[in-house]
Every structure is written in C-alpha cells, then in structure tokens.
C-alpha cells in the first residue's frame, strides 16, 4: 500500500531456509559453549577437591612416617638412631610442603644440639663407654654430613634444602659440614652462635656464593681447633658475622675470596690465639669491621690482599700480642689501621710498606 508516495513498512519478518539453519547453529553453540563452561568449572572444582585430598593424605603419611623416625631417632642404639637420621633427611626431600620440611631439619639439628658424654678415651678400663662414644658421634657426623650435601643442591631442585634455616646454635663441630658451592641469598639462615669448633671440626664455604640478604652467624662461636674455610667466596651481598667469638686455636680463613658487597663482622672478637687469614683476598666493596676487637695471640692475616674500595675498618681494635700482617698488600690502608697500631708501628703488626711512609 502507498499513501504520498511512501510505501508502508511490512512488519511480517520472513527468514530464509539458511538464515534459519544459522540462527539454530549458532543456538546449539552458544548452548554447547554453556555446557563446556560448565564442564570446565565441575572439572576444576574437582581436580581442586583432588589436590586437596591428596595432600592431606600425603600430610597424614609424611606424620606417621615422621612419628616413627623421631622414635627412631630417640632410640638407646646407635644403629637405630642412624636409621632415623636417614629417614629424617628422606622426609624433608618428600615433604609435602616446606613447612613440613623445615620440621624434619629442626629435628636434625635439635638432635646436634643434646648433650652428650664426651670420650672417656681409649684406655682399656673405659673402653665399651669409648666404643659407645664413637657410635654416637657417627650419628653426628652423618647428620652434619647430610645437611652439607643437600645444601650444595640448587635451590629449588630435588633433595635442596637451601632457603630452609639451620639452626647449630651451641653445637660441637667435630666432623665435617661441607657447603661448598652453595648459594646463601634471600632465604634462609645459617646459624653456628655459640658453636664451639673443636679439634677435627671442619666447615667449608669454599666457593659459595653470598648474595641479597643470605645470613650465616658465628655470633660468641668458640675455636678451640678445626677450620672454617671461606676460601674463594664470592661475598656480593648478604652477611656473615663474628661478633664475641672467641679464636683460642683452630683457623677461619678467606683465601683469595672476593669482597664486593657483603657485611663481615669481627666486633669484640678475642684473638687469644688461632689464626685467620685473608691472604690474596680482593676488597671492592662492602665492609669488613673488626671494631673493638682485642688481639692478645694468635695472628689475623691479609697477605697480598687489594684494597680498592669498600670499608674495612679496625677503629678501637686492641693490638697487645700475636701478629696481624698486611706484608703485599696494595691499596689505601683499612679505616683506623694506621692510627690503632700506633707510632713507632708495633712489632707484631706488619704494615705494607706503602702504608708505612703514610704513617702519621
């Protein structure tokens, strides 16, 4: 129909066959689309609901294995006990989560911190509690030995407990802990405070790396013999401290170690003999203090060393015994070195002849 011309609008929607065939293909679409939705959040929920359950079943069998390696562990035999320290160090590699993890290490370093009778000796009226003695510290030793060598795993690989806290808070180190290679950054801490190293006693960071905020801690530690070695370390970052030990014999030494942004701490330490060395050690950064420290006996050495930057600082040291050495060493003289030892220059400090002509 027209009127003036316009024609009037057919509201009577007509579709063609293949218009309709599409409209009902993209229905089936949009309703498979929902369906698969749905399908997906079902399928999620449950894997969640899964994972969930598996870990608590994991949880549950890490417990009772847990259970009976400490009751192994608390065991009067010695065989027994070393097969709890192994079943303990193999729960931390399975453990389901870290925290687990950290559970089975305290345990392991709890059991280094009991007391124990020390060797009565070989003599032939003693000679079942010796034998009971050397039994005991095998266990000891394997414990140390094992955390040595899951720390040198990479972080994050199986069998690593690097980033977990070690806590040897008042231990005697008589055998070997082996941390060579390892890498001390954010997570995790290391700590021998009040540890005492005794003769046979061994630590090794040889070629460690220290980076960010790694910690290691030798707070009021006792050198009574043994040897901690540093040798070749690269100290980027993080800390290592000294603070109130006491160095009657035994050796800490840095070797040719790179200093270049870690903090090293000897404050109010007591040389009253051993011997530590930073013989070919390169100083570029960070700072190294021996503030306070008092040096009675025994030797601190920084042979052929370079001084190139960072802080190295001996303000308030005492020098009344033993020798501290910087015989080769090039550089600007450590913070307060040249004022502490005094004039003439005591004999038992040795100066770079360098330093000797910029001695007010």
Known sequence: MYLLDFQEIDTAAKLDAKTLFDLVKLSFGVVAGAGALVALVVAYRRQRVDEVAAHREATRLHTERFSQAVEQLGSDSPAVQLGGVHALAGLADDAPDDSLRQTCIDVLCAYLQLPFTPDPGDDPA????????????????????LIGDHYRRPQGTHRSWQGCNLDLTGVTIDGRVDFDGATFADDGRVDFDGATFADGGWVSFTGATFSDDGWVSFRGATFSGGEVSFNRVMFSGGTVTFDGATFSRGRVTFRRATFSGSRVFFGDASFSGGRVAFNGATFSGGTMVFRDATRSAGGVFFHGATFSGGRVAFDGATFSGGTVSFHDATGPAPSGLLTDVGTPTSVSVILSSAWLNSNP
């Open 126 to 145: 003693h000679q079942e509690e010796h034998h009971r003695y050397l039994a005991f510290r095998k266990v000891r030793h394997t414990i140390l030995r």
